[in-house]
């Protein structure tokens, strides 16, 4: 079965630690997106990649990083320098970059940060 | 900037009656509009993309329509499986870039 997959489900963490977030596709897809959501709000673009080897800060970058080395992996790591962590997070995938393909999402990572 | 504000915040409906969501936006060349529902602790699940005014898509219990100023996902007969909370999203003419509503949250009572 083609999809996306994110690891893990639940994640605890102590504040001051970085932490990294998997995401994996095997839908062949050339983009891949991060999200936050936060209670009650709507989900906002943290990190983008268009293709392998690229990635495009979005709306709130600030405090994470990602990488692309793969076509079908795209870690998140929050770092220690993110002010308010604790999120549900989101990993999504698109045929293309420059078209209006549908955009297909992960199960999501719920991060508690204390 | 693109906007999007969805309303209501919270609809709840008996089993068999029929309501409307209603996605407001604003977008500089709108490419695309986009609706998912997500069920409590899980990713969004892609429902439909309408590309322009007049444009309608039906699934199941849900029809979507679309208009230069707003997008309107009805239910028609909800079950309680259709509880869930619905997301609208543009994409405007610059890349691929989603903007979402704060999303509609439906409880459907048998």
């Known amino acids: 079965d083609g999809g996306i997959t994110q690891s893990p489900k639940y994640l605890f963490r102590k504040e001051g630690q970085n932490v990294t977030l998997s995401c994996e596709q095997n839908?062949?897809?050339?983009?891949m997106y991060w999200y936050r959501q936060d209670p009650g709000q709507g989900l906002r673009l943290i990190y983008y990649s268009q293709i392998v080897n690229d990635f495009q800060k979005g709306d709130i970058a600030e405090g994470y990083s990602v990488s692309r080395e793969k076509k079908e992996s795209f870690p998140l790591t929050v770092t220690s320098a993110q002010k308010n962590p604790t999120a549900f997070y989101l990993c999504?995938?698109?045929?293309?970059?420059?078209?209006?393909?549908?955009?297909?999402f992960g199960p999501g990572t719920r991060l508690t940060v204390t | 900037e693109d906007q999007v504000t969805q309303s209501p915040e919270a609809l709840r409906l008996q089993e068999g009656e029929s309501s409307s969501l209603n996605c407001s936006y604003t977008v500089s060349g709108l490419r695309g509009l986009f609706w998912y529902r997500q069920d409590p602790g899980k990713g969004p699940e892609f429902l439909f993309t309408l590309y322009s005014a007049g444009e309608e898509k039906e699934k199941e219990r849900l029809k979507a329509t679309l208009t230069k100023k707003e997008s309107f996902l009805h239910i028609t007969a909800p079950k309680p499986e259709d509880s869930a909370t619905y997301l609208c999203a543009v994409q405007g003419a610059a890349g691929n870039k989603l903007t979402f509503g704060g999303g509609t949250r439906v409880l459907v009572k048998p």
């Open positions: 839908l062949n897809h050339d983009a």
């Open positions: 999504a995938s698109s045929m293309r970059w420059g078209t209006s393909d549908e955009q297909y």
